[in-house]
């Protein structure tokens, strides 16, 4: 395993000068889907978060239904309060029900996520300040907060600061096994620095940070992210890897992942191999597996299927998990999306919990 990784990571770094920040957003089959980069449509050229002009423009031209306007030659929001400053956010929430085998069925309303972004652009394409507020469930969380400096026209970029770490797919999905066991989602940002460089078709960028993030490490201890694609109108691949030294025993990452559009349909994979070491010279391999497709059936409308599998690879053996998820998303006008999905877990008898079965209805709001 670190080997393959340390092959990996050499590559990375010397392709890096050819290479650009712009992982897929927090819904990467859309990127697939209009064969765009993350910094197309996000303040954040890593994807996710608050949504540039042009990804305003883009939800309310091609995702809705229809557009609801109060004067024709209105354009409607588009996040920009000034010409040096914008604001955005996204709600969701809505009706969850969980069915685990030998438990009651239980079921409730929630708010699952509010946030908030600021953007502060003290010198116009050159540098930004960046803030991304978690409101609810629970108190106030500060997710990400960093500076950006955009040199050459936005082909180089330098953050700083706490932000997300760039590994696999920024899915929207949290619960996903690959983005559960590598630890590295929407809930645990790092502080430090990342570099990137973004071209036409390359795209790339390193993080370097205290560790605090991914394999659950104590502060102080270090911990480094690369990752690089390749990306095209109709397809795109990329590989990623983690390092991160842990007192508890360190942890090496390897993800690799794709888009492919046909017709339709876009497609997503990735494959997550995670090395922990435990001790005394032993360590435990997992591997994670996702495939996604989502199939535009008509304007407002798409379907999102999931197969997942996960292979946890420890001594306890028949332990292997698979979750099938099955969603319908509806945009019937700009800046809201319903949602209704299924999700079955299929798991190891003995552990109720993942054999679930999971229904929900929920409301996404965004500007």
């Not at 031209?61 to 109060?70: G, H, T």
């Not at 066991?181 to 929407?186: D, V, W, Y």
């Not at 502060?219 to 795109?236: D, F, H, I, K, N």
């Not at 299924?342 to 109720?352: E, F, H, K």
Request: charged fraction near 20%; include cysteine.
């Amino acid at each position: 395993m670190r080997r393959q990784l340390g092959l990996l990571a050499t590559l990375v770094v010397a392709l890096g000068p050819g290479l650009a920040a712009t992982r897929v957003a927090a819904e990467p089959y859309l990127a697939v889907e209009a064969g765009l980069k993350c910094a197309n449509c996000h303040t954040n050229p890593s994807g996710g978060g608050k949504r540039s002009v042009f990804g305003m423009a883009y939800a309310r031209s091609n995702l809705a239904v229809r557009r609801i306007l109060a004067d024709e030659d209105d354009e409607g929001w588009n996040s920009e309060v000034a010409r040096w400053l914008g604001v955005g956010g996204d709600y969701r929430g809505g009706w969850a029900s969980v069915d685990t085998p030998g438990a009651p069925e239980v079921s409730e309303w929630a708010t699952t996520k509010a946030t908030a972004y600021l953007e502060i652009r003290p010198i116009e394409n050159l540098l930004t300040i960046y803030v991304d507020e978690q409101l609810a469930p629970g108190s106030s969380l500060n997710r990400e907060t960093w500076i950006m400096a955009t040199p050459a026209e936005g082909r180089y970029t330098i953050k700083a600061g706490q932000f997300f770490l760039p590994f696999g797919l920024r899915l929207q999905d949290d619960s996903s096994f690959v983005r559960q066991r590598s630890g590295i989602n929407f809930d645990t940002p790092d502080d430090g620095v990342e570099l990137g460089l973004e071209l036409p078709r390359w795209s790339a960028q390193a993080a370097f940070t205290n560790g605090t993030a991914g394999a659950g490490s104590a502060p102080g201890e270090s911990q480094t992210s690369l990752s690089a694609s390749y990306v095209l109108p109709e397809w795109r691949v990329g590989a990623s890897v983690n390092f991160s030294d842990d007192p508890l025993g360190d942890r090496e990452m390897l993800a690799v992942f794709a888009g492919l559009r046909t017709g339709p349909i876009s497609w997503l994979a990735e494959i997550d191999f995670i090395s922990d070491q435990l001790g005394g010279g032993a360590s435990q391999d997992q591997v994670a597996t996702l495939l996604e497709g989502n199939w535009r059936v008509r304007k407002g409308h798409n379907l999102k299927f999931s197969y997942e599998h996960l292979d946890p690879g420890d001594a306890a053996g028949d332990d292997e998990q698979e979750r099938f998820s099955a969603l319908w998303e509806y945009s019937p006008v700009q800046l809201f999306q319903a949602r209704v999905g299924l999700r079955s877990y299929n798991g190891v008898p003995a552990q109720p919990a993942t054999n679930r079965d999971e229904v929900f209805v929920e409301a996404h709001v965004y500007f």
